[in-house]
Every structure is written in structure tokens, then in C-alpha cells.
């Protein structure tokens, strides 16, 4: 079987020059005479490897001197827990905004730490809509506000950065990172699981400003507390070392394209594209409001659910593959991150508008 266009919201396609040059390094990576795998974290060897993967997303990001840039585990979801940990700094109350599935689940845990104040929500419109900032309450007695900029499940996605008045600002970017520009100086951190939009499962980045550094709660696991990952260069234990290299090639795919500036215009061509094919329809429909749309997820519903598997199977008999919406929304769902070629969005264009034809 030869590869597929792959939809899948994450762990998510890569681009194949990646997986072709991961494949050409698997035995021996440059001279070193082994596989990255095999090497020590605390090699000369690795230590190449780890200093240009930073160096290369804090060019793409334009990240500043006075952030600094970890790589931990446990996935973007131990991080709902350990920014509290980590940054209420005494405090005892956090803002957050819950604008979908991802951001309910970031308020759960965050419960566990502090008081938690939901500034504003959609859950009313069943996530389809961001509240009207004029309705946000913020608390000034907040250690900072969060928000997940863009919803994965829901197709949710901040078109500019929310002002946070003066509190410090947290954002969950998993599955819009490096999709699309931000000033990475108006947040105090930003967080994303690897496996959406810059390479497979395994890494969580971390870009914190580093005023918020060394304030974890007693009690914080050492590998969990940013400061001791900050003096130890991430490396406190054993790194996900493979997951770096890999992270760091899908950087320098990146800057091949020609970064940040020039991935968001492809991106914003790909789903002007899908979404224009979905409205001009009147099998399918996205729910969202045109204005908060993401760019990255794409859910779509058809009219009558009874066609949802042979839509499912007439898709795969066409090379598209991972369309199953997710179980809490139904219908279908679209991802079309930064790996997803321009010719995967016309394929999947063609083909809903000629499934449509033929029923
Ligand atoms: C996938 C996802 C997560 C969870 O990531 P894990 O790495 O599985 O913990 C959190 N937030 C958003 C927005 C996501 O898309």
C-alpha cells in the first residue's frame, strides 16, 4: 500500500522528506557511527542535536532572550497541572477561558491547585463561537489567565492573542504552534504537545519567560519543576532523545518552506479552500462562526448521519484516511496541519463535493 492522505487530528502526518531522511539516518546519524537512539543524552554527539533543535524554534518563533525553551514529557496534559504548580507563585486563583473540550480539561486539573475563574465561556453556543472580550471577567488577584488557542475537537481557533489585562498570559498551542506567527513576547508561556503540528508524540514544549521561573510549589517533582529543566537543559533525567532529533528535523523542514510567515499563508489558502467546498454544499456543514474558525481542524457534519460510513469508506477507497470526527463531536473532522500538502486539501475537496454528487 502506498502512503495515504492522512487527516488525523494527532499523533499527525509528518512530511515525507522527514520520515525519508530519519530513514536514511536510522543506522548512523552524520559520522557519529551509531543511531540517535543509541547515543547519550550527555554526548557530544546529542548535545549537536539538542542545541540546534532550541536554536532553530527560537528563530522560527523569533522567541526572546528572556524566554527560555524546555522540552519535557508528559504530554501537553501534565502541563494543565504544572503550570499551576509552577506558576501561581502563592497566589490563589487562576482566570481561564473555556472555549472547547481542550480547555475544560485544562480547568479540571487546574482545580486541584486553585481557585478557578472561567473569564468567559461558549459552552452555551456548544463551543461554537468566542465570547465577545467586552464579557471576559478578569480578576486582578489572578495569577494569569489561560486559554487554548486553538480547540482540536472543536475547530475553534483565536485569530489574534487575547489581551489579558495585565494578568500574565498562558496558552495552550498544541495543535496550532508554528502555524501561523505570534509575538511571542505578549505571553508568559506557551505550551504544545509535539505530536499535532511539529513532529510525533513524546516531546512538550515549554517557551516560559523566565520572571516565572523558580516559583514551583513545595512538592513539585524535581523532573516537573521548570527551574530545575531550565538549569539542566531539559535534561534533569533521560530526554525523549529520538523525539528531539525527530521534532528537529520537522524545524528544518520548516525553515526550508520558508517558516512561519510563509507556512501561514499555505495554511490559510488549505482551508479557505475546505471550508468554501463544505459551505457552497448542502450535504455538509461546520458549525462554528465564520470568524473563529480554525485553521487546523476542520469538523464537518453531513446532514444525515446514516452516511457517515460510507462516506468514512468511500474516503479511504480515495487514499483519505483519519476523517472520523471526534466521538464527542460525530461527523467527520479534517486536520490539515503544516505536514498537509496543498494536493491532500484538493483531494479531500474533490472528493466530498463528488460524494455529494453521487448522493
Ligand atoms: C492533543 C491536545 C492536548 C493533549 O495533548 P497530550 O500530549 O496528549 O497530553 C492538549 N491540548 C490540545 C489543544 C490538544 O490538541
Redesign the pocket.
Known amino acids: 500500500m502506498s502512503r495515504v492522505h492522512n487527516f488525523s487530528a494527532?499523533p499527525s502526518a509528518l512530511p515525507e522528506s522527514v520520515l525519508r531522511q530519519a530513514q536514511a539516518e536510522m543506522l548512523e546519524w552524520r559520522d557519529s557511527g551509531m543511531s540517535v537512539m543509541e547515543m547519550s543524552h550527555r554526548g557530544k554527539y546529542f548535545s549537536m542535536i539538542a542545541e540546534e533543535l532550541e536554536s532553530d524554534l527560537r528563530e522560527l518563533l523569533a522567541i526572546p532572550a528572556n524566554y527560555k525553551v524546555l522540552f519535557l514529557q508528559g504530554?501537553?496534559?501534565?502541563q494543565f497541572s504544572l503550570i499551576p504548580q509552577n506558576i501561581l507563585n502563592g497566589k490563589a486563583k487562576a482566570c481561564y477561558l473555556n472555549t472547547g473540550a481542550?480547555s475544560e480539561?485544562a480547568i479540571q486539573d487546574a482545580k486541584a491547585y486553585c481557585e478557578v475563574i472561567v473569564s468567559a465561556s461558549s459552552e452555551a453556543s456548544k463551543f461554537t463561537q468566542i465570547p465577545d472580550f467586552a464579557s471576559w471577567k478578569f480578576d486582578q488577584d489572578a495569577a494569569y489567565l489561560h486559554y487554548?488557542s486553538?480547540?482540536?475537537i472543536h475547530g475553534v481557533e483565536f485569530q489574534s492573542t487575547p489581551e489579558a489585562k495585565g494578568l500574565i498570559l498562558v496558552s495552550?498551542m498544541?495543535?496550532n504552534i508554528l502555524s501561523r506567527k505570534v509575538d511571542v513576547s505578549q505571553f508568559g508561556l506557551i505550551y504544545a504537545?509535539t505530536?499535532?503540528n511539529m513532529g510525533p508524540?513524546g516531546v512538550?514544549v515549554v517557551i516560559v519567560r523566565d520572571d516565572l521561573v523558580g516559583h514551583a510549589a513545595k512538592g513539585t517533582p524535581p523532573v516537573f519543576d521548570y527551574a530545575q529543566q531550565v538549569k539542566n537543559g531539559s535534561m534533569l533525567n533521560t530526554p525523549a532523545t529520538y523525539n528531539w532529533y525527530l521534532v528537529g528535523l520537522v524545524l528544518k523542514w520548516l525553515k526550508e518552506q520558508g517558516g512561519v510567515a510563509a507556512i501561514e499563508q499555505r495554511n490559510i489558502n488549505k482551508a479557505a479552500k475546505l471550508y468554501g467546498v463544505i459551505d457552497q454544499s448542502a450535504l455538509y456543514k461546520n458549525p462554528v462562526e465564520k470568524t473563529v474558525r480554525s485553521r487546523m481542524n476542520v469538523p464537518f457534519i453531513l446532514a444525515d448521519e446514516a452516511l457517515d460510513k460510507p462516506f468514512l469508506a468511500a474516503a479511504e477507497a480515495n487514499g483519505l484516511f483519519e476523517l472520523k470526527g471526534h466521538r464527542s463531536v460525530g461527523g467527520m473532522r479534517a486536520s490539515i496541519y503544516n505536514a498537509m500538502p496543498e494536493s491532500g486539501v484538493d483531494a479531500l475537496c474533490e472528493f466530498i463535493k463528488e460524494f455529494e454528487r453521487t448522493h
Not at 504530554?75 to 501534565?78: E, H, I, P, T, V
Request: aromatic share 6%.
Open positions: 494527532g504530554g501537553a496534559s501534565a481542550w480539561k487554548t486553538n480547540e482540536t495552550d498544541s495543535s504537545g505530536q499535532k508524540a512538550t
